[in-house]
């Protein structure tokens, strides 16, 4: 597996503002992902973050509202922007290693965000 | 666009019963099935996973099976201990060894 560390743990935030997520990993991986999991929800995916390029948004999710940046292959952030009470949640990072169909995906710890 | 369906949303059995939870999927293309427990204020942790050139993976009390015809794949936990009790996610991984589909997750529960 990785070790991938997520910073913040957890924060409280006022509406409107915006908040900056890191995800750092041990080593260079072939791919990063950010989730985003509702309380009591499933796991959805919000992009991938391509490194040295645009990230790739699922439907749902824009790039104004939750931009993204990879600058190299072992760190990643996800910013939350002018956030509202509905982007409560937990975020998490995922990586994936190993290359083509034998690579296998882990998570980060997660931060959990609180938005008043 | 792609779904996982997983049954049931939750799940109550005995210590040492046995447990199973199946998903079904729609891509066709689909060839990696791994399997996540999340404990509650964990992260999901990758516990087993097959491919779709096998049937079945075994290790230890737990086993995945695979019916890539029928395409769904099932979870089955032997001699369930209360450590046992987590939610369970299934997913499939598209055709293009991108993106994990998540199932809706199962809530197991292993009571004493």
């Known amino acids: 597996s990785a070790v991938i560390s997520q910073k913040p743990s957890r924060d409280i935030c006022q509406r409107g503002t915006s908040l900056t997520i890191q995800c750092q990993v041990d080593s260079q991986v072939t791919m990063m992902f950010w989730y985003r999991q509702q309380p009591g929800q499933s796991l959805t995916l919000i992009a991938t973050a391509n490194q040295g390029s645009e990230a790739t948004y699922e439907s749902g999710f824009v790039i104004d509202k939750f931009p993204i940046s990879r600058p190299n292959l072992t760190f990643s952030t996800l910013t939350v922007s002018n956030m509202s009470p509905e982007d409560s949640s937990i975020y998490l990072c995922?990586?994936?290693?190993?290359?083509?169909?034998?690579?296998?995906?882990?998570f980060g710890p997660g931060t959990r965000l609180t938005v008043l | 666009g792609e779904n996982v369906e997983q049954h049931p949303s939750t799940l109550s059995v005995q210590e040492g019963d046995s447990a199973v939870i199946k998903c079904t999927y729609s891509?066709?293309?689909?060839?990696?099935f791994p399997w996540y427990k999340q404990e509650l204020g964990k992260r999901p942790q990758l516990i087993i996973d097959i491919r779709s050139n096998v049937g079945e993976k075994k290790d230890q009390r737990i086993a995945v099976t695979l019916n890539k015809t029928a395409k769904h794949f099932s979870l089955h936990i032997t001699e369930t201990q209360p450590e046992d009790s987590a939610v369970y996610f299934c997913?499939?991984?598209?055709?293009?060894?991108?993106?994990?589909?998540f199932g809706a997750g199962t809530r197991l529960a292993v009571h004493p």
């Open positions: 997913a499939n991984r598209d055709g293009g060894y991108n993106k994990l589909i």
């Open positions: 995922s990586v994936a290693r190993g290359s083509g169909s034998e690579n296998e995906q882990f």
């Open positions: 891509d066709s293309a689909s060839n990696y």
